[in-house]
Nanobody, 115 residues
Framework: QVQLVESGGGLVQPGGSLRLSCAAS????????MAWYRQAPGKQRELVAR???????SYADSVEGRFTISRDNAKNTVYLQMNSLKPGDTAVYYC?????????WGQGTQVTVSS
């Protein structure tokens, strides 16, 4: 069974930074694209960033230039570096991996941007 465990969330002031991590197990991590999603209260879950197995990344317009997704295949881990955080970035952040039509999710990590 694929397992994804996120960490690194917390409370940060506007303009601050956080780095999220997602450790994967029970999969051949290097073979798959990975993604980060987020869900704010009362809103639908939205794609934040995606990274291919080759390392090509893409971002939602709302985070382009502020967030960076990366992966370390030796550690089976994907990261999301978040800079210049805004109150609108407040959400639960989820790690995601699609495998042959199945979607796997972590438990989520809360990010709160507030002064």
């Amino acid at each position: 069974q694929v397992q994804l465990v996120e960490s690194g969330g917390g409370l940060v002031q506007p303009g601050g930074s956080l780095r999220l991590s997602c450790a994967a197990s029970q999969i051949a991590f290097s073979l798959y694209a990975m993604a980060w999603y987020r869900q704010a209260p009362g809103k639908q879950r939205e794609l934040v960033a995606r990274i291919s197995r080759g390392g090509t990344s893409s971002y939602a317009d709302s985070v382009e230039g502020r967030f960076t997704i990366s992966r370390d295949n030796a550690k089976n881990t994907v990261y999301l570096q978040m800079n210049s955080l805004k109150p609108g970035d407040t959400a639960v952040y989820y790690c995601n991996i699609p495998i042959f039509g199945n979607e796997y999710w972590g438990q989520g990590t809360q990010v709160t941007v507030s002064s």
